[in-house]
């Protein structure tokens, strides 16, 4: 599928040149993962983290897939990649970029978007 927005064009190609954002949306791309997670995994700081997986939702290219709150009181959020699959290509005086949705998140937003009561 290939992307007429120029704001989602313009977001895909900021986060596929941060080596941070890659790294936090190859770690959500098959399962769901914590912000826990995702630091241990991709070896980034907290801050660093929060703020890089901020803009990825903001930008929809990470969905929250489910939110809880623990014993505690805390939340406890879950994320995945809203894409499996971004090609990017330059053509004179036009960048044509395109992607393939990582179906799960979709639906499952769907899912609880419709299902509230």
């Known amino acids: 599928m290939e992307f007429s927005s120029q704001w989602l064009k313009q977001a895909i190609l900021t986060a596929l040149a941060d080596t941070d954002m890659i790294k936090i949306l ?3 791309m098959f399962k769901d993962k914590c912000v826990n997670d995702i630091i241990k995994e991709c070896n980034i700081p907290h801050t660093t983290a929060y703020r890089k997986i901020k803009y990825l939702l903001d930008q929809g290219l990470l969905a929250c ?11 406890f959020s879950l994320f995945k990649s809203v894409f499996k699959l971004l090609n990017v290509k330059y053509e004179y005086n036009n960048v044509v970029v395109e992607g393939e949705y990582n179906l799960d998140p979709i639906e499952n937003i769907s899912q609880k978007l419709f299902s509230i009561e």
């Open 65 to 75: 897939t489910k939110m809880e709150f623990t014993e505690d009181g805390k939340k």
């Open 26 to 28: 190859d770690c959500a």
